[in-house]
C-alpha cells in the first residue's frame, strides 16, 4: 500500500491519479475526506486528520510500504522550520518499526548554501531529519514551480501583468509541477532503489521572466507585462495574505537567496527527468484555466 498525503493539492492529486492509474492499493490522509471527489474516495482507503498529528500519521502508516510526504508549509506557522521540521517530527518518530521501506519528499533546491535560504533551508533540515531514520528516501528538490504562475490568474487577465520579486532579466531554473508528481509517482510505484539520495529537478531551462512575459503574450494573445518587485515589498505583500513574522522573513530569504543564484548552482547538466517548458506548462495548464473563468 501507498500512502498519500496532501491528496488534493496541486502536486498530491497528481500523484494521487497517477498511482491509482496504475492498479496500485492507496491510502490517503487529510483532514476533510469530503474534498476528494465520490469516485475517488470510493478508490483509497482514507485516515481523517493532520499528518501531524502523532496518533493519526500512525494509524495511516499501518501496512503502508512507500509514502509520499509533502508538508502544506502554511503561511500561518510560526517558522518556516515550525513548518517544515516541527510539521514531520511525529512522522519521523513513527517509522521506526513500521511497514514503510520507501518514502519521496518534496523539497528544496540548496543543500550547502552559505547565506540563509529561509522556507528552503528548513525543507532541507526536513530531508535530514526522515533521511536519519533510515528508510530509503529520495527528496525531490525542485526549482521555484512555474506553476506558481497560476496563482497571479487575476492580475495577468485584469491588468495585463504579473510581478516578482526578481530582476526581470535574471535567468532562474523553474520545473512544472506535472513533471514533480511523475517522477515521484514512478519512484513510489517502483520501489526499486535504496538509501536516501536527493534529486535536483529543475525544468528544461532558465528563463527570466521578461521572457516568460514573452512566452505568455505569445499564448494568451495579448501582451503581458512583468513587473519587478522589491524582496521588501515582497515580504510586506506576504504579511498581508496572512503570513507570519517569521513564515514572510522565510519567504524574503528564499527569493534572496534564488536571487543570488542558489538554484543555477544547484542544478544538474542532464534536465532531461523535467521535459515540460514554459510555453507547454502555458498552453496546457495556464490558458485552460483562464479560459475556464
Not at 528552503?120 to 531529519?129: G, R, T, Y
Not at 538554484?263 to 496546457?284: L, M, Y
Request: charged share 20%; hydrophobic share 45%.
Amino acid at each position: 500500500m501507498i500512502l498519500i498525503t496532501t491528496p488534493t493539492g496541486d502536486i498530491g492529486a497528481r500523484v494521487l491519479s497517477n498511482v491509482l492509474g496504475a492498479g496500485e492499493k492507496v491510502r490517503v490522509i487529510l483532514r476533510d475526506a469530503s474534498k476528494l471527489d465520490a469516485d475517488t474516495r470510493g478508490r483509497v482507503d482514507i485516515v481523517e486528520g493532520s499528518h501531524a498529528d502523532g496518533g493519526a500519521i500512525a494509524r495511516a502508516l499501518d501496512g503502508v510500504s512507500a509514502v509520499f510526504w509533502l508538508p502544506p508549509g502554511s503561511v500561518r506557522a510560526k517558522t518556516p522550520e515550525d513548518a517544515y521540521v516541527d510539521f514531520s517530527r511525529a512522522f519521523c518518530t513513527a517509522l521506526p518499526g513500521s511497514s514503510v521501506s520507501h518514502i519521496v519528499g518534496v523539497s528544496a533546491l540548496g543543500r550547502g548554501w552559505p547565506k540563509p535560504a529561509g522556507l528552503a533551508a528548513a525543507s532541507i533540515a526536513m530531508d535530514d531529519m526522515i533521511a536519519a531514520t533510515g528508510v530509503a528516501y529520495r527528496s525531490l528538490a525542485c526549482a521555484s514551480l512555474m506553476d506558481n504562475i497560476a496563482r497571479q490568474i487575476g492580475p495577468i487577465r485584469e491588468q495585463g501583468a504579473f510581478y516578482q520579486p526578481t530582476p526581470g532579466d535574471l535567468k532562474l531554473p523553474h520545473v512544472a509541477k506535472a513533471d514533480v508528481a511523475a517522477i515521484a509517482s514512478r519512484l513510489l510505484i517502483g520501489q526499486d532503489w535504496d538509501s536516501a539520495a536527493e534529486l535536483a529537478l529543475c525544468g528544461p531551462e532558465d528563463l527570466s521572466f521578461e521572457e516568460m512575459a514573452r512566452v505568455l503574450s505569445d499564448v494568451l494573445g495579448r501582451e503581458i507585462a512583468f513587473h519587478a518587485m522589491s524582496v521588501k515589498d515582497f515580504g510586506g505583500m506576504m504579511r498581508g495574505m496572512g503570513a507570519t513574522e517569521g513564515m514572510a522573513q522565510g519567504y524574503v530569504e528564499m527569493m534572496t537567496a534564488k536571487n543570488e543564484g542558489m538554484d543555477n548552482a544547484a542544478c544538474p547538466k542532464d534536465r532531461s527527468a523535467t521535459p515540460t517548458t514554459f510555453r507547454t506548462w502555458c498552453e496546457t495548464e495556464l490558458l485552460p484555466s483562464i479560459q475556464a473563468q
